[in-house]
């Protein structure tokens, strides 16, 4: 592997002098006008409190969003919010739920808001939903593997003796919107909140600091994530595994890896380093 690697650097400088001397005859692009998603509303916040199912590869699932008017004002709010099923959308005031009118194909929430909010008036709209990543894919792409799930639930029950259960999630560039409710363009930008409850075996992890982490009664726990910088809905990242959690630093920085168990003695070396890195890297790109 490290010939390879090695003669790939020699060829390289190569190919980008090439590359410099010989533009592309291909200037279509420059024709070609690529528009940004329009904006009615802007996210501001997103606060997320979710509970896989590994049996069904269902996400239960309760958001809260926070949004404004961009400029003009608007009496509706439309989500991206794919193969999804609610169970109560309202908007928040005070602490009363007032219940909101809305309509749903499958991919767009369209919700009917309580009056006309003006730009930069906030609002919060609540949502009580189930996520079912794999029956969307299933119904629409038909096992194409077109990347619109989002979330992957991996060996969900077990059944798959030489593979691990695991939940992780793949955003880009519009597929967070299949495992919670929001506005899935790369254009907007939110911060955000993530309580995610598990049996007490897994290990979560998501974006931004782990904050606190809660033991309940019925052998679950509840991990709360929080990232107060705002990002993009498809950077929004869950992973859920039995996970070995290696602590270490960098100038400073807590910087630490989360790996299967069986890897965690060599969690901090060079990739390369791996006893049968090319196994490895072959088995954990297929799951």
Do not use: C
Request: charged share 30%.
């Amino acid at each position: 592997m490290k010939k390879v690697l090695f003669t790939l650097l020699l060829i390289l400088p190569g190919f980008v002098l090439l590359a410099q001397t010989k533009p592309s005859a291909d200037t279509a692009w420059k024709k070609e006008y690529r528009e940004t998603a329009t904006k009615i509303n802007n996210l501001v916040h997103t606060k997320l409190d979710v509970k896989p199912d590994f049996s069904k590869s269902y996400l239960y699932g309760k958001a809260w969003l926070t949004l404004k008017p961009h400029f003009y004002s608007t009496d509706s709010l439309t989500l991206d919010a794919k193969g999804m099923e609610f169970k109560k959308i309202a908007l928040l005031k005070g602490n009363q739920q007032v219940p909101l009118k809305y309509e749903y194909d499958d991919w767009e929430l369209r919700i009917k808001l309580d009056k006309s909010y003006k730009a930069g008036e906030s609002y919060t709209i609540y949502i009580d939903y189930i996520a079912k990543p794999d029956e969307f894919e299933e119904k629409y792409a038909k096992g194409a593997m077109l990347g619109i799930k989002g979330m992957y639930f991996i060996n969900p029950k077990g059944e798959e003796k030489d593979k691990p259960t695991q939940i992780w999630t793949q955003g880009e560039t519009e597929s967070s919107s299949a495992w919670f409710p929001t506005i899935d363009k790369t254009n907007q930008k939110t911060t955000q909140e993530l309580t995610v409850t598990v049996d007490n075996k897994y290990v979560t992890l998501s974006n931004g600091k782990l904050v606190s982490q809660k033991k309940n009664k019925d052998g679950t726990s509840s991990d709360y994530w929080k990232m107060d910088l705002p990002h993009a809905p498809y950077l929004f990242f869950l992973g859920v595994g039995e996970y070995a959690v290696i602590k270490d630093s960098w100038r400073g920085k807590e910087v630490n890896y989360y790996v299967e168990k069986e890897y965690a003695s060599v969690a901090k070396k060079d990739i390369w380093q791996y006893p049968g890195n090319d196994d490895f890297l072959f088995q954990n790109y297929r799951r």
